[in-house]
């Protein structure tokens, strides 16, 4: 009898619930762009589902589907709110590539430069956008993972699509197939802010240009009922058009304006929250333009209620956590090989990966600057997924690079960089920076990239400079026979090196090389004695390794470093006729951690020192000044004027509390102490007592688009002397 009564029951239920379902109208959801007032459609969707309002289709463009796509994907207004309330805002409208992703030759050419422009047939041109939207596309691709394999937009949970703009016919195109991160991206790729898309042979750039409110196109598809959220704004005055973004908001709202009032009369239900005050990138008040959403939406409540569903909307949890991939490939490249490709991923077939390990794969392909878009996509076989990996190469290969910079020991100086790729062969760069100013000086470098293989590279590189310091580089002799206590030097340095590098359990870098050296070091004002210290060539091999992974070169927050070198000196022309051969080990490891939010603190050491019987002095440690790019053994130390201590071997100890008070602006104080001298560490305990210099400095520093800009006033207690140095943009 139970079981004929359990029957019933479940009949009477499906007829009840196809009788409601045939009843009730088909509700579509239109949201246009808007940028970050796009948020706002969040705070909707969160009314909606509190009123268990069943969504039929959703269609969306640039913010809108952006949202609406994630939304038709399976997830929750709630969801979605945590997701945008923990966004990178700085990363979203920038190519944010994390430091850690580039290699060490990639860091030390992107934190040299203010300003990179293409150079092509002589003529400068200018970038496509200032961003590819890698972190965008990373995001929305880590989010929709659960559904990457549905290539049918209209079987996605809630059926969805979204409008592009073709940028060669300014026609619509309406995505509702493929990858959908891939299509949501394109549809909100903003003219000049982020790169143009392209997907089946048509490059796409933010429907907002065609059509920023497709309500139409659920009318095509049979929507009996329409809600529709507006987040446009009417035409700005010359006061509120401040910016770049609101001025292309002002041109593409000179067409939407007038097809709006038509738009208009097809929406049943029409939502348009109260945003004014927020521009299309004010991500950073997120929050606030969700909630104007949800109090805009919830005056609607009443009408809403019409269509409330009996059945709640079943949101499953989406787990994205980890990748079992049984292989990789990607479109065929012209330039670069496939070991190339997988050298940078750092990623390996056959293995199970978690979402940040791609994307820190991706950011390694990003930060090379060789493919002007990056998109992947999964394909589902037998052993697991395949990552399909869709490049772009760069047609631009060649670049004009300019940074400027000033200390007090290079004085003033510009930098003009010419970089051309691909010179000889796949996967190479040659570059030169030419350095004018004060001190003239150049660096050459050519480099062949292969990934996990072994690279090779030859630098060149001229540095002078003209100072009054207070070592002579003959271990004091001549100061003691002249009866003085500075002297003013020309150095002339020019490096060649020659070298084989790879990296080490995928960390490490790890190389060696030859070098050839020529130094001259003398001075116009001694006048009863030789004006030449050193006029010699010197011939080298060294090995190295090295690892970084602080967050930032110039005011890191986190992460440690290390490097370390040891360089035989076998020969000389020996200009001063006492060279033996002799060595020299270095090295230096540095930490940096946020004890409290703002406040950080780097802690250093150093160590150096010379291997077998030094008999010229031209290479020791010489510490003093602050603000300059070390060479030749040459350190920055707090307290001591440019190049004041030296020796054959030292050890260095450094610590500094930073602290941000605003935003991109640091106030900090170091204390450095030392121990230096020759033969330090022969001595029993000598270099484990008391150091014997040390020195303090407070300062002010301004993260700018020309690179740092710092003020240091130091003061060492043993002798009482202070400085005070400027050092203005990246260190060349």
Known sequence: MNKYLIRICLMLFFQLSVGQEASRPKVGLVLSGGGAKGLAHIGVLKTLDSLNIKVDYIAGTSMGAVVGGLYAAGYSARQLDSIFSALDVNALLQDYTPRESKS?????????????????????????????????????????????????????????????????????????????????????????????????????????????????????????????????????????????????????????????????KLTNIYINPDIKGYSAVSFDKGLEIIKKGNERANAFCSSLMALRYDQNRYIKSIKNDSITLADISSNKLENYTRAYILGKLK????????????????????????????????????????????????????????????????????????????????????????ILGDNFRYNFDYYLDNGFYWSFGVNSKLNTFNRNISTDFENGVVFTDLGINSINIDFTELTNQAYLQTLFAQKFSVGAGVEFKYLKIQSQTLQNTTPVFDRSDYLSAFGFLKYDSFNQKYFPNKGWSFAGELKSYLYSSDYTQQFKRFSIAKTEGSIVFQPLKKCTIKLQTEIGFAIGRRTISFFDFVLGGYGFVPTNNFKPFFGYDFLSIAGDSYIKQTFTVDYEFYKKHHLNFTGNFATIGNRIFEQTSGWLERPKHSGYALGYGMESIVGPIEIKHSWSPETGNHFTWFSIGFWF
Not at 396 to 424: A, E
């Open 104 to 264: 060490f030759y990639e860091k030390r050419n992107d934190e040299m430069y203010a300003l990179t422009l293409p150079f092509t047939n002589f003529k400068l041109g200018l970038p496509s956008g200032l961003s590819k939207g890698l972190y965008n596309y990373n995001l929305i691709s880590r989010l929709t993972k659960h559904v990457s394999h549905e290539r049918e937009f209209n079987k996605l949970p809630i059926p969805f699509l979204c409008v592009a703009t073709d940028l060669e016919t300014g026609e619509q195109v309406v995505l509702e197939k493929g990858i959908l991160a891939e299509a949501i991206i394109a549809s909100g790729a903003i003219p000049t802010l982020y790169s143009p898309i392209e997907i089946n042979e048509r490059i796409l750039i933010d429907g907002g240009v065609v059509n920023n409110y497709p309500v139409e196109e659920l009318k095509n598809r049979g929507m009996d009922f329409i809600i529709g959220v507006d987040v446009q704004e009417g035409l700005k005055n010359r006061v509120q058009l401040k910016d770049v973004t609101t001025v292309l908001s002002q041109i593409n709202n000179f067409s939407m304006i007038e097809k709006m009032d038509e738009k208009r």
């Open 347 to 434: 990623i390996k077939k056959n293995t199970t990966i978690t979402h940040a390990q791609l994307e820190k794969g991706i950011s390694n392909l990003n930060a090379t600057h060789n493919f002007s878009a990056i998109s992947y996509s999964f394909e589902k076989i037998d052993k697991g997924e395949r990552l399909v990996l869709h490049l772009k190469e760069n047609t631009t290969n060649t670049f004009l690079k300019f940074g400027l910079h000033y200390d007090d020991l290079y004085k003033s100086g510009v930098l003009v960089n010419y970089t051309h790729k691909k010179i000889i062969t796949k996967n190479d760069v040659v570059a030169l920076d030419v």
